[in-house]
């Protein structure tokens, strides 16, 4: 069983940096591929990025491309996302996922674990 912490939500004003945090306890990011997906107020879940530890892989969504970053620290077992330039519509409860295996997936269902979310808020 894995599980995963997020943090590092706040609130920052647009054009600003935040660098999320996902840590897992039970067993190691290494054979795992991790997704990031957030929820704005209103609307269902989305796909921001994820990457595979295994082979290297990643996938971005046309909104992170060229703006947010995933990379990984594999001492600490944790998961970052480094956003940057960040945007009013970037607000969101983001949320950290986890699956076993090299797949890269850009939807939910193959994720099977899940952190509680961290809320980013981006002020105009």
């Known amino acids: 069983q894995v599980q995963l912490v997020e943090s590092g939500g706040g609130l920052v004003q647009a054009g600003g940096s935040l660098r999320l945090s996902c840590s897992a306890s039970?067993?190691?990011?290494?054979?795992?591929?991790t997704g990031w997906f957030r929820q704005a107020p209103g609307k269902e879940r989305e796909f921001v990025v994820a990457?595979?530890?295994?082979?290297?892989?990643?996938y971005y969504s046309d909104s992170a491309k060229g703006r947010f970053t995933i990379s990984t620290d594999a001492a600490k077992n944790t998961v970052y996302l480094q956003m940057n330039n960040l945007k009013p519509e970037d607000t969101a409860v983001y949320y950290c996922?986890?699956?076993?295996?090299?797949?890269?997936?850009?939807?939910?269902?193959?994720?099977?674990?899940w952190g509680q979310g961290t809320q980013v808020t981006v002020s105009s």
């Open positions: 996922a986890a699956v076993d295996g090299s797949v890269v997936a850009g939807v939910e269902g193959p994720y099977k674990y």
């Open positions: 039970g067993r190691t990011f290494s054979r795992y591929s």
């Open positions: 990457a595979s530890w295994i082979n290297g892989g990643t």
